[in-house]
């Protein structure tokens, strides 16, 4: 168990590198912690060039809140944007998860899944929390279209 719990903060940390906090609105004054708040990260999909998603979600505040032992809200929106000229390293796979971040100490996390709509030329980002024994229906979904003179390569 102690070589356990060293290496879920190092991949957490791990993640959680590839986020750009973007800015964030306080929602809640706690007198004892900081304040609970919604938070707007940046992140730059891995697999295509010129893509972006921005991604909202609660963070929880207080005394857990700062100790890092609150669990997150499963709360989360997503936006994602051409903010360049899209490319593609390397083939696709028709579906992906891109991101993940625990939003609590250890059983719950927030996923960022790639998904290509290959009728469509387009590729649909949806963010969704899951927890080990039971995930949340909550989701959000957003799509950013590929120029038709650019084919989305498939694996």
Not at 113 to 137: C, F, H, Q, W
Request: include cysteine.
């Amino acid at each position: 168990m102690k070589t356990f719990l060293p290496a879920l903060a190092l991949a957490a940390c791990a993640v959680a590198a590839h986020a750009e906090e973007i800015g964030e609105v306080d929602t809640v004054f706690k007198l004892i912690g900081p304040d609970h708040k919604i938070v707007v990260d940046a992140y730059d999909d891995p697999g295509v060039a010129g893509v972006t998603c921005y991604v909202s979600r609660a963070k929880t505040g207080g005394i857990k809140g700062g100790l890092g032992l609150a669990e997150d809200k499963a709360e989360a929106s997503i936006a994602c944007r051409q903010t360049g000229p899209i490319s593609f390293p390397k083939p696709l796979r028709a579906q992906e998860e891109m991101f993940s971040e625990r939003i609590s100490l250890v059983f719950k996390k927030l996923r960022v899944v790639r998904m290509v709509d290959k009728a469509r030329n387009t590729l649909v980002y949806l963010t969704y929390s899951d927890r080990v024994i039971e995930g949340s229906p909550q989701n959000s979904v957003t799509a950013v279209p590929v120029d038709r003179a650019t084919t989305i390569p498939l694996r």
